[in-house]
């Protein structure tokens, strides 16, 4: 059975690169949200085995979306999405409770690598 993966990214086009790479894979892309709130609400929705969450976006960011899906399901796993350089960031999600992080511009076996190690916990 392929995962099921919420993408979360306010860049459309880092959604479908994200999406391409998946189902190419064998992922099923569930849903898409363009910030934390909406991500959150999907999460309830959808109840995806993993999210790729983008840090930086309007409305809720990524690091606080983790915290609210997280008070939701202690399990939820989330990958994180960020740019160069934003390495305190990404200790922060981390802390908030992510599972691992890829970093854009995105390859291919790094985001496979961080999905695989993620459904195995």
């Known amino acids: 059975m392929s995962a099921k993966v919420l993408i979360v990214d306010d860049a459309a086009f880092m959604r479908m690169m994200i999406k391409n790479i998946l189902v190419k894979n064998g992922y099923e892309i569930v849903g898409e949200a363009e910030n934390g709130a909406q991500a959150v609400e999907m999460y309830k929705q959808l109840k995806p085995d993993v999210v790729t969450m983008d840090i930086t976006m309007p409305e809720m960011d990524g690091i606080q979306a983790v915290r609210e ?6 399990n939820a796993k989330i990958i994180m999405c960020s740019a160069m350089g934003q390495q305190a960031l990404v200790m922060e999600a981390i802390q908030a409770g992510a599972m691992d992080f890829i970093v854009k511009p ?3 076996d790094r985001i496979l690598q961080a999905f695989e190690k993620t459904l195995k916990r």
């Open 69 to 74: 899906i997280k008070k939701i399901d202690p």
């Open 106 to 108: 995105f390859q291919q």
